[in-house]
């Protein structure tokens, strides 16, 4: 905390009467009644009132505080004086009022929400829609959410790893990929950690998990869509799917727990009675996923994805996450390990919200022949994966792993409707600025 403050607003109570404070931050708004003048002072925690009487106030201190424009950033000293009607319980009486920096006027939104915004308005000037309370909620849950991934998984013995985003391989192949020009070379940014997930597989650290930036060039333009995200990853040696997918719904719980008891503010703010789903999960395999659809009336055949509008029938059906399982080989990456006694199966799983979809994950083919395989049946050059197989060639234990889309994991913890509503900065095929 600055010198400049001694408090956050939320930090001073009415028992500190008589008590002389600092706060800091932004001219939320001002109500000039002629002898009185009140200045709500905004800081991230919430607001103070300062309350200037004319009459028992220094004449320019008084002129200063009624002149200011809203959102000009300010540092007040003086006592605190017990108040029911103020906000907290409390009123600032100013000594001194210092001007740090003066907005503008007019604003290019307004902060308060009594006049709404659309979301290009409030994305060009992000900087003032993050003085909003409710975008500001939505990014503290963020933290936390973050903040209980980290614990719970370091909890289960994984160990962060940070893997390259520059890359010369795509990971699955396919053209949703960036290129970039590597001094006299071309590469890409990476789509997924997975390759080099797997490869620490092969180092014996056993248990690895990375939360960081993924990149797909693919030209959505949809509201659970972006090119840049965040992503949630584990390796696990030694475990099956099954195995991973119980390490994954119980990080979900301990992140709704971990939420529901610090973000009590920000849920209140954002009108979000946030339920703990009850584990475990459903297990619901392909097969009876597809006939789910077709009694919701949705056409898909045996070795598609389902769209949308399936997801959702399907979602309705279950009514909670459920894990979608034993997908068919064919639609899975090569790095999936298909069943033994029915190789058109997969050891794959896509965790479910009924909303979307919000994680995928398999047991990991650990045999170079298989791998190699595998690679060459989905039209792929195993030439170009050749720093990825090398592993394989010395002692690779049996693995299994997930990744999980943060965004989407706040969005439908938070009821949000656009991903861009979580993503403080979102990239997509329209927006890369600011």
């Not at 890359?167 to 890409?188: D, K, M, Q």
């Not at 996450?321 to 997908?327: A, E, G, R, S, V």
Request: proline fraction near 5%; include cysteine; glycine fraction near 6%.
């Amino acid at each position: 905390m600055s010198a400049m403050r001694t408090h956050y607003a939320s930090g001073i109570t009415p028992d500190m009467n008589g008590s002389t404070v600092t706060v800091a931050g932004w001219v939320h708004e001002i109500r000039d009644l002629g002898g009185i003048c009140f200045l709500v002072l905004r800081d991230r925690s919430g607001f103070a009132q300062v309350t200037l009487v004319k009459k028992k106030t220094d004449p320019d201190l008084f002129d200063t505080a009624r002149r200011l424009n809203r959102e000009s950033v300010v540092l007040v000293s003086g006592a605190v004086k017990a108040a029911e009607q103020a906000p907290n319980g409390y009123e600032v009486i100013p000594q001194s009022l210092d001007l740090l920096s003066e907005s503008d006027s007019p604003l290019p939104m307004d902060v308060t929400e009594k006049v709404g915004a659309d979301i290009d308005t409030r994305l060009d000037s992000r900087f003032i829609d993050l003085r909003r309370r409710k975008t500001l909620a939505v990014f503290t849950v963020r933290h936390h959410v973050l903040r209980a991934v980290r614990e719970f998984l370091e909890s289960e013995e994984f160990i962060e790893v940070h893997t390259p985003k520059v890359v010369a391989a795509a990971t699955e192949g396919g053209t949703a990929l960036f290129p970039i020009t590597y001094f006299n070379r071309e590469a890409f940014l990476n789509q997924s950690p997975q390759l080099y997930k797997q490869i620490l597989m092969a180092s014996g650290i056993d248990r690895v998990y990375e939360i960081g930036a993924i990149f797909r060039a693919e030209e959505h333009d949809t509201l659970r869509h972006l090119n840049e995200a965040t992503s949630i990853d584990i390796e696990a040696s030694f475990a099956d799917q099954f195995d991973v997918m119980e390490i994954l719904e119980r990080l979900i719980g301990s992140v709704y727990l971990h939420v529901s008891q610090n973000c009590v503010p920000q849920l209140r703010e954002l009108g979000v009675d946030l339920t703990v789903p009850k584990l475990p999960f459903r297990r619901v395999k392909y097969d009876e996923a597809i006939d789910i659809a077709h009694s919701a009336g949705h056409e898909v055949e045996w070795g598609d994805d389902f769209g949308t509008a399936a997801e959702r029938a399907i979602g309705s059906e279950i009514g909670e996450h459920y894990f979608l399982i034993d997908w068919p080989t064919v639609i899975k990456p090569y790095y999936t390990n298909p069943y033994e006694e029915d190789v058109r199966y997969s050891k794959s799983f896509d965790l479910m919200h009924p909303r979307m979809e919000l994680a995928s994950g398999s047991q990991r083919i650990h045999s170079f022949d298989l791998l190699r395989e595998r690679i060459v049946a989905q039209g792929l050059d195993p030439d170009g994966f050749e720093f990825y197989l090398k592993a394989f060639r010395y002692g690779m234990p049996p693995h299994a792993g997930w990744g999980l889309g943060t965004e989407r994991l706040i969005m439908t913890m938070l009821h949000v409707e656009n991903i861009r509503d979580v993503v403080l900065f979102p990239r997509d095929r329209k927006r890369l600025s600011p």
